[in-house]
């Protein structure tokens, strides 16, 4: 059980906007940034946002993330084949530990 | 392309250990924290452990606390695991990764390519 929810799956064709939640608590979320991971199948994981809503160089600005209270969401706009990945997010937390959602698995129909 | 590469995984008994190391020519360590993260086949990411920036703190998930040592040495530019007692339940690809630029842990900049443990009798 993940301390962080995600939820297990999201589609989209290509195109569209997709929104992928995940929420927390006042110790991780609540408290600190989150950040954002996108896995390809057979790859390392890649930061894809981190601080809540900054992207590192290299990410497309199609990938965007928001936090509120102990909620966040990545929007990923004009969805394309190569987005289909599992995405995960993370967070520091009060615990002296960082935490991970679940995972979501992307399909791009 | 600035690569991390782990190493030392392999398949092992339960009840024995294994030490995972973690390096990166051409990418320092120093002054940057440092963690391991760990997938079990078909699952999401664990988080492992983290070093402090100077080695002056280490945290540890719950799961592995009192088996597992985390250990820096930033003049080999190098991460270490030390993993006693090992379950079955360790089985896993284990990353390590390293804290980018916000000041705060658990934004992961660079990441290895894993390297799998296998625990089983």
């Known amino acids: 059980q993940s301390v962080l929810t995600q939820p297990p799956s999201a589609s989209g064709t290509p195109g569209q906007r997709v929104t992928i939640s995940c929420s927390g608590s006042s110790s991780n979320i609540g408290s600190n940034p989150v950040n954002w991971y996108q896995q390809l199948p057979g790859t390392a994981p890649k930061l894809l946002i981190y601080?809540?809503?900054q992207r590192p160089s290299g990410v497309p600005d199609r990938f965007s993330g928001s936090k509120s209270g102990t909620s966040a969401s990545l929007v990923i706009s004009g969805l394309q084949s190569e987005d289909e990945a599992d995405y995960y997010c993370?967070?520091?937390?009060?615990?002296?530990?960082?935490?991970f959602g679940g995972g979501t698995k992307l399909t791009v129909l | 392309q600035v690569q991390v590469v782990e190493s030392g995984g392999g398949v092992v008994q339960p009840g024995t250990s294994l030490r995972l190391s973690c390096a990166a020519p051409g990418l320092t360590f120093t002054n940057y924290g440092m963690h391991w993260v760990r997938q079990a086949p078909g699952k999401g990411l664990e988080w492992v452990a983290v070093?402090?920036?100077?080695?002056?703190?280490?945290y540890y998930a719950d799961s592995v606390k009192g088996r597992f040592a985390i250990s820096r040495d930033d003049s080999k530019n190098t991460l270490y695991l030390q993993m006693n007692s090992l379950r079955v339940e360790d089985t896993a690809v284990y990353y390590c990764?390293?804290?980018?630029?916000?000041?705060?842990?658990?934004?992961?900049?660079?990441w290895g390519q894993g390297t799998l443990v296998t625990v089983s009798s």
């Open positions: 990764a390293r804290d980018g630029y916000s000041g705060t842990p658990g934004d992961f900049d660079y």
């Open positions: 601080s809540s809503n």
């Open positions: 993370a967070a520091w937390d009060d615990k002296q530990r960082v935490v």
């Open positions: 070093i402090w920036y100077d080695g002056s703190k280490k």
